[in-house]
């Protein structure tokens, strides 16, 4: 992971923090930059390692990419949905025309009024 930093941008931070603490206390920040990077490193193999054991012989056979986040694109999980073959055909029923409906259109001069089963 680089966060976007690259060597020039590292070299212009780097003049900055010169100005801004001199050249008196620039080693001692340098020394707790350097352990903080340290811990946060030993961190994160204590947590791989942690895992590991948790997990046992099958950590290893995990493939971690295919669990990124960053990969899941939904306009290509929607196409491929759609494009798989293996879902069957739906038949879709023409709609039923409601009460509120049959209410709504006009009545032929012979046809008798709609009735509503569902209608408490």
Known sequence: MSF??????LLIIGIIAVLLLGPERLPYYASQLAR???SLRDMANGAKDRMRDEMGPDF?????????PRQ???????????VDDAVPEVKVRPPVEGAYAQRQRK????????????ST
Do not use: M, N, S
């Not at 290893?60 to 669990?67: A, C, S, T």
């Not at 899941?72 to 759609?82: H, S, V």
């Open 4 to 9: 976007g930093l690259t060597f020039d941008k």
């Open 36 to 38: 903080l990077v340290r």
């Open 60 to 68: 290893d056979d995990i493939d971690w990419k295919k669990l990124d």
């Open 72 to 82: 899941y694109d939904p306009r290509r999980i929607i196409r491929e949905a759609l």
């Open 107 to 118: 009545l032929k001069e012979a046809e008798a009024a709609p009735f509503d089963a569902e």
